[in-house]
């Protein structure tokens, strides 16, 4: 739930924003400023927020722009420019070799394990997933804003560039484990 959990002002805002963006863009800031109070309250360290952080960054940003022209183009183009901000909020974390999963997996890994080079890779991997996922919605989403494809294919992008990094997350560490205690014998 540690990786779901930070999409919620995401959903949110995409929610609200069926009935008009600004107010998606102000839930998302309010749900996102919650839960990175509340995390922050429970004592969660600032490397595991990273995507709770930029979140936040992005509604404070587009909260802005909405409050202060709201006949801005950014209203047609939120979603592409939104997975465009969780592309570059995941491969800005690797550049910086500090891939945004590693805190979230730290909460749920025993302190022995964070500094092995395999913790590390596993999540570069991870994070090289969403990001992958979150690259391929915002450019399909861009596609078709361009060609005015149906509905639907905006839906399956969605739906395929997050389960894709889901499924991954969800099985990718354990098959590492067990192949290194295969490796191990």
């Not at 690797?94 to 080079?117: C, H, N, S, V």
Request: glycine share 12%; proline share 4%.
């Amino acid at each position: 739930m540690g990786y779901l959990r930070g999409f919620i002002p995401w959903i949110v805002s995409g929610v609200v924003s069926s009935f008009d963006w600004r107010w998606g863009a102000i839930g998302g800031l309010v749900s996102g400023l919650l839960l990175l109070l509340q995390d922050r309250r429970r004592g969660v360290a600032l490397d595991a927020l990273v995507l709770d952080i930029a979140t936040v960054a992005y509604f404070v940003v587009v909260g802005g722009v909405a409050v202060v022209d709201e006949g801005s183009a950014l209203a047609d183009h939120s979603d592409v420019v939104s997975f465009g901000w969780l592309a570059a909020t995941a491969w800005g974390s690797l550049a910086l070799r500090r891939p945004f999963t590693l805190g979230i997996a730290k909460r749920q890994t025993p302190r022995e394990y964070w500094d092995m080079p395999e913790f590390v890779q596993v999540n570069n991997h991870i994070t090289s997933a969403w990001g992958l996922g979150f690259t391929f919605i915002g450019v399909s989403l861009l596609v078709c804003g361009g060609v005015d494809a149906p509905a639907w294919v905006g839906i399956t992008a969605h739906v395929a560039g997050l389960v894709g990094p889901i499924v991954f997350t969800k099985f990718y560490p354990a098959r590492v484990q067990a192949a290194c205690r295969r490796s191990r014998r």
